[in-house]
Every structure is written in structure tokens, then in C-alpha cells.
């Protein structure tokens, strides 16, 4: 082939590579299926058809050109300018000694072993002068701990009598006569434009065929009990409400001897994929550091360690909430050098080693924090992590990808467009497949999980792709909650407070667990204590839950309010998240 002709024939092929990848970039808003989500420089939201061309570019443009913005993932760059590492290094070394993972092993009595994890007193780590979390936060603890002494109980009254008249069924959004029916203190005023509060036909037993249903599959002799659990995730949960499979798994992950351990490719931290003896899998995420240490203040969301405990917290807060959208998590206790070193091989076993404390050590191979000043150490050899029993095999049960509407930007100084757009909700709303059926408000949902748990990084989610658009999201990926207890990032509750949203059943949960008689905190330990490496939640972190859970209430009575024009009290909420002071511009 002449000179020529391999040039053209390298360009014609990269421009049908670049295509493709365009094409599966952009269908990542709609589950790599459906109509395309797009955004015209101005006005509303318009869906792929004659300006798909002009579309496809500005998407391209901001996807591509205005890279940051691509990638939940911060470049190197920018972890570099963060000076990211650095960061690290210093606050371990500034650490009291008791905070530290992986205490030499003539610090015995330091390390927080499961069943002595000896939950602090709520304020001692607080109190002591080397705190590092965000001072804010410090002030914050004493506003809450003032607050609690002086409020009295407030059991949202209105917000029963609302959820009493008012609901509107999920299919009954055409008629917009929401609030025709408004009883109780609200019944003089007019129908509500949208619904608040909507009946959602997740409490149905209809329609709900199971994965082995619609893909037809059959149980072989030698299945396991998570092949089972897999058979019979439905279109609307992953299991039955007290369905047994769910504790027998649970207790399997936490006992059964490992068989193979793998790195698992991809993300940003280090996990492990763990085989059991009993052919059952498990996604691991390693212990970081203890229940009480407090998201660093100079890490943002995206470069926050993750935690261990929040993975199987999450879990259990998702069933409590009656979601039943997460895969079972476990706590478990393990030997590095006796279940993991013996069965790793290849570029993972190269990283393991022994620290100069005398603990046994790995770090993998990752984007971040995979590298010998970062790695995961044991006590000597003790390690806690969350196991989370696996998801179906892909070939078997494929996944939708999903981009989070409410994303973040991922980048340190743009943000994305629901921070600056008030009406961002009415695009959404529009767009498939959020314009009807469940799933707004499972992201509704999605929110006050969200919300509960601090967690700033729900940037895509997932849904079976054999049931279609009409079924849950799954939750998965909870290590960035938990980080801190002082703090209620309003940010989270941004697809509540724009949509004014959310599903009946979760109102009703949530009020059921503000007005108790038990409340959700003592529901989670309840539900917590069980675990081999309980307790899972520093007590800061359980008194947050109940606080974030009148916040929510507060949120959607301020919506009812404001939609029904009644003099409100409450102030509205701020979605921004707080403010940082900018550097000062350079002469
Ligand atoms: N229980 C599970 N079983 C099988 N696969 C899982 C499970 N949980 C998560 N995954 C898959 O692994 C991927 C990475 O998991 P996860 O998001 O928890 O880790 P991560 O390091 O936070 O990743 P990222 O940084 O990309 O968000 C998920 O996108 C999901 O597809
Ligand atoms: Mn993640």
C-alpha cells in the first residue's frame, strides 16, 4: 500500500473509532438506549431528531472539549494540584497515635478490633486537640448538641394530614388536580400544578416477573445460594422483604474460607473480588481507617478514602428504608497472611509487604491511593473489610449505565448545571425516562439515601437491562459515606428541593422513624448488631441519620407550603453547597 493510501485509510479509520465512541458516550444518558438527552444553548430540552448533528456537537463539546467535565474521576492533574498525596502523608503524620489503622504491633491495645472497637464517648475525638475534620464542622456539634437540648419533639402533623389527602398515583400526573383534595389545615387552597407526594405502583405485587423469569433460566444441581438470590431479583426490588436468603448469604460471606483473590480492574480505590470455598463471590473493600476519623478536610468527595463500614451501614439503612435496591454487604475480620497472601499472584502479589511497624501490608494497582505510602495494613496481619455478595455475572444479567442527572462536575472550580439553574427539575422531568413511571422518583429516593448518609458521589447507577426502564436502580458503591457526622450537606437533597418530590412510602418511612417509636439510629444498630465486626457506626454518625431525617420532613413541608402559598416559617433550604474562599488573585 502506497504512503497515501495508509494515511487515508488511518484517518478514515480513527474517525470511525472517534464515532463510536461519541455515540456510546452520549448514550449514556438514556442507558445506552432510548432518546438522546441533549441540551440546546437555550430553552428546554429537545430529544434527537432533526438537530441531531448540531446536538451531537455540543455534546461532543461538553463532553469532550470540556474534558474535567467528562469524568467522575479528577484527572492526575488535578489530584497533583491538590497536591493530593501530599495531603495524606501530613495528616497521617500529624494523627494521634490511637487513630492510626495499623498501629505497630508494640501499640497493642490501639487497634480497634472488632467487638473491642471501643465506640468513644460521642465527643472525645472532638475534644481532643488534634481533630481533623473540617472546623466548621466543630461548630457545628455545639449548635446540634444546643439544638437537641432546647426543640421540642415536632411530629409533622401537617405532613400526615397531607399524605392523607393529597397523594396522586404515579400514572395520574396528566390530570395535574394533585392537590384537589387537600384536607386538614390546606383545604382552602387550589389544586397543586404537580404533585408533591405520589403514590407509586411499587407496592403492587403485579408485574414483578423475576430475572429468571424473563431471561429463563434454570437453577443447575450444583447452584449456590447466591445463584438463587440471583434467580429471583425482581423488577421492583432485589429480594423480598424478609426474604431468608438474605441473612444465610450474609453469614457465608463472613465465614467461609477464601478460595481465589483477584483485584478487581478499574475504579479508583482498591478492591478485591474474594471466592469462597462455597463457589459464592464477594466484592471487598479494605478497612481505611476508624469509624471516628472524619472525612479529611482537605480532601474533596472524589478523593475521600472510602469506607468500609459506610458500604455495609448503606446496605443496611436501604432495607430499613424499605428499598431493598442494594446487594447484601457484611462486615468480616481476615488474615492477610494466612486467607489473602497464600492466593494472589501476579501484579497484585508484588505489592505485598511488610511496614517498617512490623504489619502486613498490600497496596494493588489503581488510580489512587495504590502505593506503598498508601497502603492497606493489617494489625499485624488483622484486616476488616465490607464484603458485598455479587452482582450477577454480566453475561447473564446485563447492566444499564446510567449518568446521574444530579452529577457533580467532577471538576475544582466549574459546577454543574442543577447548581445554577433553579428550573433544572422541569428539564429533567421531561426527559426520558424520568417524564413517567417510577423512575424520578427513585432518584427521589436515591436522594434520601443519599442525604442520610452523606454521600456526594452518586455520579452514574445502574438497572438490569432485562426489565426494562420501569424497574428500581441499583444501589451500589457506598464507601464515601460516613465521612461527617457534624455536617448535612443540603447539596444531596438538590433532586428534592428543585423537584418538591418524593415517593408516599418513603414519607411515610421517614416519619414513621422521626416520630418512633424507634428511631432510625436504634433501628440501624439493631439491624448493625449482628455484624461479625459490629459496631458499624461512630454514634455521631447514628445521631446524624435521625437529625438528616427532620431535615428531609422539613424540606418537603417547605415545599407544601410554598406551593400552597401559606405563610411559611421555615427558611428554604441551600442547596450550595458551602462557600470557599477563593486564593487571592497573584500580582
Ligand atoms: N456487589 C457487586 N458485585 C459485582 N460488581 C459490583 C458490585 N458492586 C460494584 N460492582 C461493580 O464494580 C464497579 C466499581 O465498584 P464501586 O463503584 O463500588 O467502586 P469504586 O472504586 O468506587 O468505583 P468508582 O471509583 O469508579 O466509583 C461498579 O461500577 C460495579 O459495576
Ligand atoms: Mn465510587
Request: with cysteine; glycine share 6%; charged share 25%.
Amino acid at each position: 500500500m502506497k504512503l497515501r493510501e495508509r494515511i487515508v485509510l488511518g484517518i478514515s479509520i480513527s474517525a470511525v473509532l472517534f464515532t463510536l465512541l461519541l455515540v456510546m458516550d452520549l448514550q449514556m444518558d438514556t442507558g445506552y438506549s432510548g432518546q438522546h438527552l441533549v441540551y440546546p444553548s437555550h430553552g428546554r430540552v429537545k430529544f434527537g431528531g432533526g438537530e441531531n448533528i448540531r446536538n451531537a456537537y455540543d455534546s461532543f463539546q461538553k463532553r469532550f472539549l470540556q474534558k474535567a467535565n467528562a469524568s467522575h474521576v479528577p484527572s492526575k492533574e488535578i489530584s497533583n494540584s491538590l497536591n493530593l498525596f501530599g495531603n495524606v502523608v501530613r495528616d497521617i503524620e500529624n494523627r494521634p497515635q490511637r487513630q492510626f489503622n495499623a498501629p505497630a504491633i508494640d501499640q497493642p491495645g490501639q487497634f480497634e478490633a472488632p467487638g473491642q472497637f471501643d465506640a468513644p464517648g460521642p465527643f472525645d475525638v472532638l475534644d481532643s486537640a488534634n481533630y481533623h475534620g473540617d472546623r466548621n464542622d466543630l461548630n457545628n456539634r455545639r449548635v446540634f448538641q444546643e439544638n437537641q437540648v432546647r426543640e421540642q419533639h415536632d411530629n409533622f402533623n401537617d405532613l400526615n394530614d397531607f399524605l392523607i389527602n393529597n397523594p396522586v398515583s404515579a400514572g395520574g400526573r396528566s390530570g395535574r388536580k394533585s392537590g384537589a383534595g387537600v384536607g386538614g389545615d390546606s383545604g382552602d387552597s387550589g389544586p397543586l400544578e404537580d404533585p408533591i407526594i405520589v403514590v407509586s405502583e411499587e407496592d403492587s405485587e403485579l408485574d414483578n416477573p423475576t430475572l429468571q423469569d424473563l431471561l429463563g433460566l434454570e437453577l443447575p444441581d450444583n447452584a449456590t445460594i447466591l445463584d438463587e438470590f440471583h434467580m429471583r431479583i425482581s423488577k421492583r426490588e432485589m429480594y423480598k422483604e424478609d426474604d431468608p436468603l438474605v441473612e444465610r448469604i450474609m453469614d457465608e460471606i463472613a465465614t467461609v474460607p477464601f478460595t481465589d483473590v483477584v483485584q478487581k480492574e478499574g475504579g479508583t480505590q482498591i478492591k478485591l473480588i474474594i471466592t469462597f470455598d462455597n463457589h459464592l463471590q464477594a466484592l471487598m473493600k479494605p478497612m481505611r481507617f476508624p469509624r471516628d476519623q472524619q472525612t479529611l478536610p482537605n480532601h474533596f468527595y472524589f478523593t475521600d478514602y472510602e469506607r468500609h463500614n459506610s458500604e455495609i451501614a448503606t446496605f443496611h439503612l436501604d432495607r430499613l428504608l424499605g428499598f431493598r435496591r442494594a446487594m447484601p454487604v457484611t462486615g468480616r475480620l481476615c488474615n492477610i497472611t494466612s486467607e489473602i497472601y497464600p492466593l494472589v499472584d501476579g501484579e497484585l502479589l508484588k505489592t505485598f509487604f511488610v511496614s517498617p511497624g512490623n504489619n502486613i501490608c498490600f497496596h494493588g494497582k489503581c488510580s489512587y491511593y495504590c502505593d506503598t505510602s498508601h497502603a492497606v495494613c493489617g494489625n499485624p496481619d488483622m484486616l476488616e473489610g465490607s464484603y458485598a455478595a455479587f452482582l450477577p455475572d454480566k453475561s447473564v444479567a446485563e447492566r444499564k449505565v446510567w449518568r446521574h442527572p444530579w452529577r457533580r462536575s467532577y471538576h475544582k472550580r466549574r459546577k454543574a448545571q442543577w447548581e445554577h439553574d433553579a428550573d433544572y427539575c422541569d428539564i429533567v422531568r421531561e426527559i426520558p425516562p424520568y417524564n413517567q413511571g417510577r423512575r424520578l422518583l427513585d432518584l427521589m429516593d436515591m436522594a434520601v439515601l443519599d442525604f442520610l448518609i452523606g454521600n456526594m458521589d452518586r455520579h452514574h447507577y445502574e438497572t438490569f437491562k432485562a426489565f426494562d426502564n420501569e424497574t428500581f436502580p441499583i444501589h451500589l458503591d457506598h464507601g464515601r459515606g460516613f465521612g461527617r457526622a457534624y455536617h448535612d450537606e443540603l447539596s444531596i437533597l438538590a433532586p428534592i428541593l428543585q423537584c418538591c418530590l418524593i415517593r408516599e412510602r418513603t414519607l411515610n418511612t421517614l416519619l414513621k422513624f422521626h416520630n418512633g417509636p424507634k428511631k432510625l439510629s436504634e433501628a440501624m444498630v439493631e439491624s448493625m448488631s449482628r455484624d461479625p465486626i459490629a459496631p458499624i457506626l461512630w454514634q455521631p454518625h447514628l445521631d446524624a441519620l435521625d437529625r438528616r431525617v427532620k431535615i428531609i420532613l422539613q424540606a418537603i413541608r417547605h415545599c407544601i407550603e410554598v406551593r400552597l402559598d401559606k405563610p411559611t416559617e421555615n427558611p428554604p433550604l441551600t442547596i450550595l453547597p458551602t462557600a470557599r474562599i477563593k486564593l487571592p488573585p497573584r500580582s
